[in-house]
């Protein structure tokens, strides 16, 4: 699938928040090597350069498009263009940092704690994963799409909530570590613009949705579920809209 680094980064300020307060619960005093999985942009690792600018940074990424931007902003990075399913580090991992990206992977039960085995005695698993999947702006894209003559195209890629309980991945981690920290935080966005959590969604849960329709079809699809969040996120009277979003933490030391 492919991404658009353009729609992203409308909401880039709101977006890095959570890297911001995941990064500060890693408390590394200089990492060896560090490896941003799904790093898209480059957002995230550029903060994590400033942090630890004498570490081994790679950002890795599936998207041609996102890294395009990354290595015009960040060319003393380490960039591959890789599927996170399939990524190993090429030598044990300090920190694996992972911000709003592993929650498009399947089988976490068996995701995260490979990934926890890749990393160096010491080392550090950082992940943050959205989980407001049953809020209206990701229900009612399921909603839109089968109430229209477009169901037969759009069904078969709605996803159920891919993102588990918190007390799902303490099971999974706890005894892989010797530090495991796991936490949620809901952030109430405060978003500008015409249609704003649309926009925001377009570029994340919507794309493969809109992706199976052109033209005409495409548009009616999108004005459809338009018109279903303007009731679920009403304008505030200063013309803002209030989009909470709730995120998942994890940070995992390994013994």
Not at 117 to 126: D, I, K, T
Not at 175 to 181: C, I, P, T
């Amino acid at each position: 699938m492919s991404w658009s680094p353009d729609q992203y980064l409308k909401f880039a300020q709101p977006r890095l928040r959570p890297v911001l307060d995941l990064l500060g619960r890693v408390s590394l005093p200089e990492p060896e090597c560090i490896y941003d999985l799904g790093c898209g942009t480059g957002n995230a690792t550029r903060l994590l350069v400033e942090r630890w600018p004498r570490s081994a940074v790679t950002g890795v990424d599936d998207s041609t498009e996102m890294l395009g931007q990354a290595q015009r902003d960040l060319p003393e990075v380490k960039w591959v263009n890789q599927s996170l399913g399939q990524w190993t580090p090429d030598r044990p991992a300090s920190l694996i940092f992972s911000n709003a990206a592993l929650h498009w992977l399947p089988d976490h039960a068996t995701l995260l704690p490979r990934l926890a085995s890749q990393l160096a005695p010491g080392g550090v698993l950082a992940v943050q994963m959205p989980r407001n999947f049953a809020a209206p702006s990701h229900r009612l894209i399921a909603e839109t799409a089968r109430s229209g003559a477009w169901h037969a195209k759009v069904e078969h890629v709605l996803r159920p909530s891919p993102v588990a309980d918190p007390a799902v991945y303490h099971r999974l981690l706890a005894s892989l570590g010797r530090h495991l920290d796991i936490w949620e935080t809901e952030y109430l966005h405060v978003l500008r613009g015409e249609d704003p959590v649309k926009e925001w969604v377009k570029g994340t849960w919507l794309k493969p949705v809109l992706d199976q329709l052109a033209g005409t079809e495409r548009d009616a699809f999108e004005a459809d579920y338009a018109e279903r969040l303007r009731s679920a996120y009403p304008p505030q009277a200063d013309g803002t809209t209030l989009f909470p979003f709730r995120r998942l933490f994890l940070v995992l030391q390994k013994s």
